[in-house]
T-cell receptor
Framework: NAGVTQTPKFQVLKTGQSMTLQCAQD?????MYWYRQDPGMGLRLIYY???????DKGEVPNGYNVSRLNKREFSLRLESAAPSQTSVYFC???????????????FGSGTRLTVV | AQSVAQPEDQVNVAEGNPLTVKCTYS??????LFWYVQYPNRGLQFLLK??????LVKGSYGFEAEFNKSQTSFHLKKPSALVSDSALYFC??????????????FGSGTRLSIRP
């Protein structure tokens, strides 16, 4: 099983350029998440999707948009990149079912984005 | 507000010695607590979790964590450190505020360095 796959692994953008980070999971999880990781700040939630067809803002959504294309795929778009968006981006997925224990996330390997 | 604190940015331990990485939390209700590990240029890997039951939780790679409700702590421990344990460790708690999806709040991370 591949788990959670993110593409690309590395990207350099110029200020003002746009790009989409792709994420796909093959575990049939219903929830998916995008986090950014910055030194000394841990991981901060950008957007999440509880289920196919729904998306919600997290802690730091400004400058980003997301699309839950289907149950497998959850993409993150930067419409006009800024140097402050230089970060490592992680996608994660989880399974949440009523009445069942929750076991946390499965993470992708990350996308290292530099905006110059 | 719900939060997780990791008071140490870095912990240095000699190989073979016991190690402790500290974590305290603040949530309403019963906590779901996690430890994740991140090796260089990799995604986060699940180490262990506490949901309910025994206060001492055993996880991957010989790690364990002790849940202390009165001190609101969930410290990560290992009896004998290995050089290969050197990595970035994140404590995390499930966000218990109502949301359409189960979300995790991460601490800022502790870098563990094991010297030979």
């Amino acid at each position: 099983n591949a788990g959670v796959t993110q593409t690309p692994k590395f990207q350099v953008l110029k200020t003002g350029q746009s790009m989409t980070l792709q994420c796909a999971q093959d575990m049939n999880h219903n929830s998916m998440y995008w986090y950014r990781q910055d030194p000394g700040m841990g991981l901060r939630l950008i957007y999440y999707s509880a289920s196919e067809g729904t998306t919600d803002k997290g802690e730091v959504p400004n400058g980003y948009n997301v699309s839950r294309l289907n149950k497998r795929e959850f993409s993150l778009r930067l419409e006009s990149a800024a140097p402050s968006q230089t970060s490592v981006y992680f996608c994660a997925s989880s399974e949440s079912r009523q009445g069942s224990p929750w076991y946390g996330y499965t993470f992708g390997s990350g996308t290292r984005l530099t905006v110059v | 507000a719900q939060s997780v604190a990791q008071p140490e940015d870095q912990v240095n331990v000699a190989e073979g010695n016991p190690l402790t990485v500290k974590c305290t939390y603040s949530v309403s209700g019963n906590p779901y607590l996690f430890w994740y590990v991140q090796y260089p240029n990799r995604g986060l890997q699940f180490l262990l979790k506490y949901i309910t039951g025994d206060n001492l939780v055993k996880g991957s790679y010989g790690f364990e964590a002790e849940f202390n409700k009165s001190q609101t702590s969930f410290h990560l421990k290992k009896p004998s450190a290995l050089v290969s344990d050197s990595a970035l460790y994140f404590c995390a708690v499930r966000d218990t505020e109502y949301s359409s999806a189960s979300k995790i709040i991460f601490g800022s991370g502790t870098r563990l360095s094991i010297r030979p």
